[in-house]
């Protein structure tokens, strides 16, 4: 039902999240289906080469999603049937659920109430004698701090799994978040800053890591579908272990080079409509916004604020006033402990993770905002229908 306080005529919606595509990625996409090649080929390792390039990383595997280079990511590194694997419940359920394709076991870690992201400290307070891995997420490209959560687990021998799904751009100390990780997973979802309507990557420092997943990617074959169609005759490949269909297409490779190349502008793009949000949001008594952690700048592919009083609604009462006025906002990070599927799961208390994700929301962020759009959601921000 529509409030005092809402529109005569309902206004153009304001979407969360919207991609910034263009006749350029038409045009390539377009080459590409001329070109013959539209399975993996010669676009998906050109998309590898400058994706690596971008990001500081030694070697890059394009796949299918973050999923999956989530799960490749976990094979690689030895995680096994058994193994404890920490990670955070505020995440997308994906960062969980990986975990469970390889048979171990994920421990949930409790989060920074500023960032979101799991920290060297709440990792400490959940290691076992079985954890073998730490799933370590740059939540909503905010960040974490990983060179002290890999101090704490490399010398116990524990590899960190860096889950950069939403980071691409946003950099820690002058670096490019994930460059450097052991082994990283991204994703090119349409929420995220670079789109290929689905897929992912692998990045990893381990040149082995890299080659196994290269083969697991595609069936675990001994040769490529690429060099295959590249030779005219070529010997019979093997399969060397069960492997997946993980693969990335040039079509969608030919979207995602493109894309990079517009990274850089998007990322100053949001970082400006985040600090416009930060200022005007500033002082309103019970609202936080979201900000960069020391020594860190966030992409800000998600714009998140916690409510809670003297602000006078909730959560669920603003994401309502919001839609009435046309502007589409969403939940914030969800929970994984308390998901149905993940009912009876044991962990510790988790107070700041169910804080978080009953009281944040997100604000919409897309390049091409218009300073009046961002007004509106302002000004709905600022101006909330007072509680019966």
């Not at 171990?104 to 400290?121: H, I, R, S």
Request: with cysteine; charged share 20%.
């Amino acid at each position: 039902m529509r409030g005092s306080l809402g529109p005569a005529v309902a206004p153009e919606r304001i979407n969360v999240m919207t991609p910034w595509l263009g006749a350029d990625e038409v045009a390539a996409v377009a080459a590409a289906i001329e070109s013959g090649w539209i399975a993996q080929g010669p676009r998906v390792a050109e998309f590898e080469a400058r994706f690596a390039a971008a990001t500081g990383a030694e070697n890059a595997v394009a796949v299918s999603s973050c999923t999956t280079a989530l799960h490749l990511s976990l094979i690689v590194a030895g995680v096994a049937r058994g193994d404890d694997v920490i990670v955070p419940s505020l995440s997308f359920i994906a960062t969980t659920n990986a975990v469970m394709y390889v048979g171990a076991n994920p421990v949930f870690a409790d989060v920074d109430p500023a960032t979101g992201n799991l920290t060297a400290e709440t990792v400490r307070a959940v290691l076992t004698p079985q954890t073998t891995a730490v799933v370590l997420v740059h939540q909503a490209g905010i960040p974490a701090d990983a060179s002290a959560v890999r101090a704490t687990c490399e010398p116990r021998g524990i590899v960190v799994i860096e889950d950069a799904a939403c980071a691409a751009g946003s950099t820690s100390y002058g670096y490019q978040v994930a460059g450097s990780a052991a082994i990283a997973a991204w994703s090119f979802h349409p929420r995220k800053l670079i789109t290929t309507g689905e897929g992912g990557m692998l990045t990893t420092a381990n040149p082995e890591w890299a080659s196994r997943a290269r083969r697991l990617r595609e069936h675990a074959m001994s040769v490529s579908a690429a060099d295959r169609h590249l030779n005219a005759f070529s010997s019979a490949e093997e399969y060397l272990e069960v492997g997946f269909n993980y693969r990335m297409t040039d079509l969608q490779a030919a979207i995602g080079i493109v894309q990079l190349e517009k990274l850089p502008a998007m990322v100053r793009r949001r970082r400006e409509i985040a600090a416009t949000y930060q200022h005007a949001f500033a002082g309103i008594p019970g609202l936080r916004t979201v900000v960069d952690p020391p020594d860190a700048e966030s992409n800000f592919q998600a714009f998140w604020i916690e409510l809670r009083p003297p602000y006078p609604l909730d959560r669920e009462s603003l994401l309502a006033h919001l839609a009435v006025h046309g502007i589409s906002a969403r939940r914030g990070i969800m929970a994984v402990h308390r998901q149905p599927a993940y009912k009876g799961h044991p962990c510790a208390p988790l107070p700041v993770t169910d804080r978080l994700t009953d009281n944040t929301l997100i604000l919409p962020v897309y390049h091409h905002m218009t300073d009046d759009e961002q007004q509106r959601v302002i000004d709905a921000v600022r101006i909330p229908v007072p509680r019966p």
